[in-house]
């Protein structure tokens, strides 16, 4: 199966700074998301990326699909306290079932 | 409702017994998807609904996993004969459809304890 590696696996950032996770993929994908999971819950969709070379803004975050298709990063600009958690990049197949491939995960916490 | 709903948030069982975890999807969403998180990891999937019938259920670890969808809405995944290894937090998706027509939402999980 397909390999997803995401980094870093943890940042630790002073409130203000900006931020900054990527994704790599063994395989083309045409779909890239960017998912934010706090403690107890479930991931809530930050970002659906559907094109190479795509730029979307949420806020402030920025995510792009990368032009190769084998990658994507998510930046967090201006960072708040409220950004803590983890955040999971994630491929949809290309199959009828659409199922995710989740990366690992990037566990961020701000200090104050 | 207006978001996936799981039951029971929690759960502790004794290795061996036998335990049923429940997912109300968001009503109309067609598509019905399990994935397991296991401490400290990303996601990994199950099973796909579409409908009542699962036409993927190449995720399921082994054959002492099961689950079930009735009526194109609620769906209860069953684990029997529990092992420790089991212990996760089982999350349940749902999306309009498989086509691509919108991505998939989240319920908050049960997590599973086996003693």
């Known amino acids: 199966g397909q390999q997803l590696n995401q980094s870093p696996q943890s940042m630790f950032i002073q409130e203000g700074e900006d931020v900054s996770m990527n994704c790599t993929s063994s395989s083309i994908f045409n779909t890239w998301l960017w998912y934010k999971q706090e403690p107890g819950e479930g991931p809530v969709l930050l970002i659906a990326l559907y094109k190479a070379g795509e730029l979307t803004s949420n806020g402030r975050l920025t995510a792009q699909f990368g032009i190769t298709r084998k990658d994507s990063f998510l930046n967090i600009s201006a960072s708040i306290p409220s950004d803590v958690g983890i955040y999971f990049c994630a491929l949809e197949s290309s199959g009828s079932a659409r199922q995710l491939t989740f990366g690992s995960g990037t566990q961020l916490t701000v200090l104050p | 409702g207006a978001g996936v709903s799981q039951s029971p948030s929690n759960k502790v069982t004794e290795k061996g017994k036998d335990v049923e975890l429940r997912c109300d999807p968001i009503s109309g969403h067609t598509a019905l998807y399990w994935y397991r998180q296991s401490l400290g990891q990303g996601l990994e999937f199950l099973i796909y609904?579409?409908?009542?019938?699962?036409?993927?259920k190449s995720g399921l670890p082994s054959d002492r996993f099961s689950a079930e969808r009735t009526g194109g809405s609620v769906s209860t995944l069953t684990i029997q004969r529990t092992q420790q290894e089991d212990s996760a937090v089982y999350l349940c998706a749902s999306s309009p459809s498989s086509g691509g027509a919108g991505p998939q939402h989240f319920g908050d999980g049960t997590r599973l304890s086996i003693l």
């Open positions: 609904f579409q409908g009542n019938s699962a036409p993927d």
